[in-house]
């Protein structure tokens, strides 16, 4: 990305970041802040060759949007309960998952998205587990979308009434724009991160509908502060439940698991 | 950056809808709404080349955070991104700021 920001500069040095040559010389810049629908084609010398203008008001998530609401009736007439796992990297989303699936596919069906830039090695760990799982590679992507999800739930064909879980590309950002048509998203955080992480990147966990503090376990190594970190997410959502774990030794997964067993009988 | 992929949607919604070279697209971005506006800006000139939009000017209407504060019902538009009333309190909705939108575009007749 570094070496993409300075191609950028380089044809930055106009007003605009445009070619120059671009074939008509229309008087705009970036930035500028004069209206553009009040008769501006009555200016023969601002706008040569004519135009007009069309109002198109169109939101551009719209189609995000749209498929997501089809993802989330295609959940809805499944009883499936979908629940989009968004987390920086490393925070132990793929661990999480493992150890839910060990403690408690004798009682639920459950199933994995697991979304990457690249390589397979997160679906291995999970399809080791004996749990079905369909890997999507986005490529240059930082995000799963409704329409990567779509394609990845008609490959992994879940069974009604189980319990897919999405786990989204590592990244507190851009996640947290794109709606899947999941019934939650949680939001998973470690105590090997800053404790002031939701300030920092507060869509992701005004987004969230729970927050999972994971590695709690290695809480006595770190200079990590619970509450404090748990004061800031809910200055930032004050409706954010809040699951403090360990998923490697285990520490409190009952609470995760009973907070799901809850989820699956509300959507069955 | 979710930029790249969201440009990429705005120019293919653009070319869906109109015809003829297309000279100026205007977009409404909130401050709320996650996307960086220079971002969009580097994204649109990648995503442009090629097509009919390329060489158009873009033109971005920025638009401030907006929050109803339940706690004293009082609504106001925030300085920054940050959700929170002057009263102190977090329990904010937000009434604006979020748009992402296409506002109209500018085609040569």
């Known amino acids: 990305m570094v070496t993409d920001l300075g191609g950028a500069q380089e044809h930055g040095d106009s007003d605009h970041g445009h070619p120059p040559d671009h074939g008509n010389d229309h008087p705009h810049s970036h930035g500028h802040d004069h209206p553009h629908d009040d008769g501006a084609a009555a200016d023969p010398v601002r706008h040569v060759p004519d135009t007009r203008l069309v109002e198109l008001e169109y939101d551009v998530l719209a189609k995000n949007d749209l498929l997501a609401a089809r993802n989330r009736v295609w959940f809805e007439d499944r009883g499936i309960l979908a629940l989009n796992l968004m987390s920086s990297p490393g925070a132990g989303k793929t661990s999480l998952l493992e150890r839910t699936i060990r403690d408690l596919s004798p009682e639920l069906m459950l199933s994995v998205i697991e979304g990457d830039q690249e390589t397979l090695l997160d679906a291995e760990r999970i399809r080791a587990t004996g749990c079905r799982v369909v890997q999507i590679n986005t490529g240059s992507g930082c995000h799963l979308d409704a329409d990567m999800l779509a394609r990845g739930l008609r490959s992994l064909d879940p069974p009604s009434q189980s319990v897919v879980f999405i786990e989204n590309v590592g990244n507190l950002v851009c996640p947290a724009l794109f709606d899947l048509g999941e019934r939650s998203k949680v939001v998973i955080m470690s105590v090997t991160e800053g404790d002031d992480k939701p300030l920092k990147y507060p869509h992701m966990f005004r987004a969230a509908d729970v927050l999972l503090l994971n590695k709690l376990d290695l809480l006595p190594y770190v200079n990590f502060d619970v509450e404090r970190c748990i004061g800031y997410a809910r200055q930032i959502n004050p409706g954010i439940e809040v699951l403090t774990v360990s998923a490697t030794r285990g520490d409190d997964l009952d609470r995760w698991y009973d907070w799901l067993r809850h989820r699956v009988t509300a959507a069955a | ?109």
Request: negative net charge.
């Open chain 2, 1 to 109: 950056m979710h930029e790249l992929s969201i440009t990429e949607s705005l120019v293919s919604a653009i070319l869906e809808r109109v015809e003829g070279r297309v000279q100026t697209v205007t977009l409404v971005i909130g401050r709320l709404s996650g996307l960086v506006p220079d971002s969009v800006r580097f994204c649109f000139d990648v995503c442009t080349q090629g097509t009919r939009l390329e060489g158009a000017a873009l033109d971005i209407i920025d638009i401030p955070g907006r929050v109803r504060c339940l706690t004293c019902d009082v609504e106001l538009e925030l300085p920054d991104t940050i959700l929170l009333c002057t009263c102190g309190s977090a329990n904010v909705d937000i009434v604006g700021g979020q748009e992402l939108r296409i506002k109209n575009v500018e085609v040569m007749v």
